[in-house]
Antibody, heavy 121, light 108 residues
């Protein structure tokens, strides 16, 4: 079945970086864009950006430009989201989610279970 | 960026009753690229509606979406116990994609 499996929880100090992985299975990895969405404790959803696994092209939320990098490894069907210069406000659950359409940007119909990132000194 | 506003913030409804949730955009959402998600505590969001009115795979027909331009509605015709959750709208017609702040549907 189609699924996205994310890496485990992380605890980081302010100023550090974190890299979260998302492994896709059950479909052709390069056919569907992957979005990253985060959710701070008790808060709503925040779209972070998107990556095209076919060519690695990306688009990031302006708020995170310069701190976020999304990459992919087609040999392992994994996408990665790295966030640098972490601050306490980056404490959140980070989700990867597959776009619903082939080679398009749309809503997201398959979600990973989320990775909790805690930033604390 | 398009800002989405959802109302009400919390909706208290009895099982079996109808729930109507609103999502308003700060500017027109192109081609009705508007989605609705349901999220329960400790779980990832689940896609309910895309394209403003199309149900995602496996979504019961008690969920329906409508609207265009700047005003959209999610209606749950008869609330089941499993429908008590937070609902988010999302626009994906212009970059960046944005989410509304959510409407919590709880038991009256």
């Amino acid at each position: 079945q189609v699924q996205l499996v994310q890496s485990g929880a992380e605890v980081k100090k302010p100023g550090a970086s974190v890299k979260v992985s998302c492994k896709a299975s059950g479909y052709t990895f390069t056919n569907y864009y992957i979005h990253w969405v985060r959710q701070s404790p008790g808060q709503g959803l925040e779209w972070m950006g998107i990556i095209n696994p076919s060519d690695g092209s990306t688009s990031y939320a302006q708020k995170l430009q310069g701190r976020v990098t999304m990459t992919r490894d087609t040999s392992t069907s994994k996408v990665y989201m790295e966030l640098s210069s972490l601050r306490s406000e980056d404490t959140a659950v980070y989700y990867c989610a597959r776009d619903r359409l082939v080679s398009g940007v749309s809503s997201t119909d398959v979600w990973g279970k989320g990775t909790t990132v805690t930033v604390s000194s | 960026e398009i800002v989405l506003t959802q109302s009400p913030g919390t909706l208290s409804v009895s099982p079996g009753e109808r729930a109507t949730l609103s999502c308003r955009a700060s500017q027109s959402v192109s081609s009705s690229y508007l989605a609705w998600y349901q999220q329960k505590p400790g779980q990832a969001p689940r896609l309910l509606i895309y394209g403003a009115s199309s149900r995602a795979t496996g979504i019961p027909d008690r969920f329906s979406g409508s609207g265009s331009g700047t005003d959209f509605t999610l209606t749950i015709s008869r609330l089941e116990p499993e429908d008590f959750a937070v609902y988010y709208c999302q626009q994906y017609g212009s970059s960046p994609c944005t989410f509304g702040p959510g409407t919590k549907v709880d038991i009256k």
